[in-house]
Nanobody, 120 residues
Framework: QVQLVESGGGLVQAGGSLRLSCAAS????????MDWYRQAPGKQRELVAS???????NYADSVKGRFTISRDNAKNTMYLQMNSLKPEDTAVYYC??????????????WGQGIQVTVSS
């Protein structure tokens, strides 16, 4: 019932910045957590950052101080501002959402992923 589309990825040199966007559509009124995951080739998918509807935020240690997650509930859009990018940030980045846990039919959804490549 919820569709997610990421945008804003691409190629950037080390030390540069990118801003990813995730636009949610469909049954978005009950979304609680909005999350960014990433997966590099041969690696497990890892949680990068998450933000709940209440505003509670957490980050992976590897991106603290460099990445900022935010969301605009009116636009049903989540953002990931990525500064001071490093080659190890290279990965496919995925948007993910979870519904409020008390809804009659809980759900989660994944975006298709977007490539971020950081060159040295």
């Amino acid at each position: 019932q919820v569709q997610l589309v990421e945008s804003g990825g691409g190629l950037v040199q080390a030390g540069g910045s990118l801003r990813l966007s995730c636009a949610a559509s469909g049954s978005t009124n009950s979304i609680d957590s909005m999350d960014w995951y990433r997966q590099a080739p041969g690696k497990q998918r890892e949680l990068v950052a998450s933000i709940r509807r209440s505003g509670t935020i957490n980050y992976a240690d590897s991106v603290k101080g460099r990445f900022t997650i935010s969301r605009d509930n009116a636009k049903n859009t989540m953002y990931l501002q990525m500064n001071s990018l490093k080659p190890e940030d290279t990965a496919v980045y995925y948007c993910h959402v979870d519904s409020l846990p008390w809804v009659v039919s809980p759900y989660h959804a994944w975006g298709q992923g977007i490539q971020v490549t950081v060159s040295s």
